[in-house]
């Protein structure tokens, strides 16, 4: 006891004892003394009472990470940077340089208080820490920046979709402090704005950024500044081409074969038909999976239907064709069995068999090839009117009603539907490009 009693004063006083001082805080402490930050009230805005505070905003976009059609959204990662003077910040330097700190100093100071209008998630950076930096010069000026991500609303007009261009903002306006708090303006006017010359997007090309300035109002609370970022994106086509656009007008193409086949080719055209109309179908439900469900018509969507109309009106072609080509059958059935045997009768080319024997398929042709785009029909009608001639017959001209060119329709089919489509897609690009 009589020991420690005594050891224990020198020890004390010994400078080796002592607990070192963290250099950390006390580096911090001496900052916020320099700065006076316990000696004034940083929950109001600096001159409060007076004038409004100019607050300049440049930024840089880093980059334009999407754009969704069905959201009506776009991301976007910059970097916002906001410039004001705040006296209570103001402090003595030699050197006249300025002082930067990171995050912790910014939650003690009066910073304004900017959100993205119409976002629908944003976020700051946090990754390896806080990506935060706050520099405050001698005179009090005070350069506040971060690193944001952001997804906000773009409301798309898809009317001329894939052949559209899109204008898309990003709204920058204080929250509480109305214009007669808190003046926002461009720093630098357009220039404000930077972008990365690496920024790309697969499906749209950049055309413009540019910067606006503008006045809101609500009813409630008051006016408010409000920055635009705006920029244009143009559609990149080619892949709509090549996923739409081609092999629709590939479908519309296979479906004129049929005008090609016999018309007596069940089997051949009628599955032809069938296939070319349930893959219109697939194509356009699989365009319209990946759009919104928007009210209007698209011009992808007059392209599509258009081209199902011609690939449905081929089908229907051939069961016109069909029609007709059994009502035929029937008429010359029926004449047939009225007819007396023309065995005998001489005619160029003819077969000296009787026509009741010639199969209802090849009647009117009797052995002979078609010449001059003759049809069997007329050939038939012909010969019914030259064995009246010669048997006396009267009213021979009755038979001469049932000729029906069933051919001539495939024939004009030809035709008028690639032509029609061609005068389609002259029409069509002519307006929308």
């Known amino acids: 006891t009589f020991v420690s009693s005594i050891l224990f004063p020198l020890f004390s006083l010994s400078p080796i004892f002592k607990r070192s001082p963290d250099i950390t805080k006390a580096r911090a402490t001496k900052s916020e003394q320099l700065l006076r930050i316990d000696d004034h009230d940083f929950t109001m805005r600096p001159g409060f009472g007076g004038p409004a505070v100019p607050v300049g905003v440049d930024v840089q976009v880093e980059s334009l990470d999407a754009i969704s059609e069905v959201d009506m959204d776009f991301t976007m990662t910059l970097y916002l940077r906001h410039y004001w003077k705040d006296d209570r910040l103001s402090f003595k330097s030699n050197t006249n340089q300025s002082m930067t700190f990171d995050g912790r100093l910014v939650k003690k100071i009066w910073v304004p208080d900017m959100f993205f209008v119409h976002s629908k998630k944003s976020f700051t950076h946090d990754t390896t820490t806080d990506n935060v930096m706050l520099r405050v010069y001698p005179d009090g000026k005070v350069l506040y920046s971060l690193r944001v991500t952001v997804t906000a609303m773009c409301s798309m007009d898809l009317s001329r979709f894939p052949l559209d261009t899109q204008t898309c903002s990003l709204e920058i306006e204080s929250y509480a402090y109305t214009d007669d708090d808190l003046m926002l303006y461009w720093k630098e006017g357009n220039r404000s704005l930077n972008t990365d010359e690496r920024i790309s997007l697969s499906q749209f090309l950049i055309q413009e950024f540019h910067t606006t300035t503008k006045l809101a109002f609500y009813s409630s609370t008051g006016w408010y500044n409000r920055l635009y970022i705006n920029f244009t994106l143009r559609r990149h086509i080619f892949f709509f081409l090549l996923q739409t656009y081609f092999p629709a007008t590939l479908m519309v193409m296979l479906s004129w074969v049929s005008f090609w086949i016999d018309r007596r080719a069940v089997p051949a055209r009628v599955p032809l038909g069938i296939t070319t109309v349930l893959t219109m179908s697939t194509i356009i439900t699989g365009v319209n999976a990946s759009m919104p469900r928007v009210s209007y018509i698209k011009a992808v969507d007059v392209y599509l239907w258009i081209s199902f109309v011609f690939v449905f009106l081929s089908v ?78 009267v009213g021979s001209r009755a038979y001469s009603s049932i000729w029906i060119d069933t051919h001539a329709i495939d024939k004009y089919s030809r035709v008028i539907f690639p032509g029609s489509y061609i005068l389609f897609n002259i029409i069509y690009w002519s307006i929308y490009s």
Do not use: F
């Open 316 to 393: 229907i072609e051939y069961a016109a064709v069909n029609y007709l080509s059994t009502l035929q059958e029937r008429k010359e059935r029926k004449l047939r069995e009225k007819l007396p045997c023309t065995c005998g009768i001489a005619h160029p080319g003819m077969m000296s068999d009787c026509y009741s024997e010639v199969d209802v398929n090849t009647t009117g042709n009797y052995g002979m090839p078609e010449e001059n785009g003759m049809r069997r029909e007329r050939m038939l009608v012909e010969l019914a009117m030259e064995s009246d001639q010669m048997t006396g017959h």
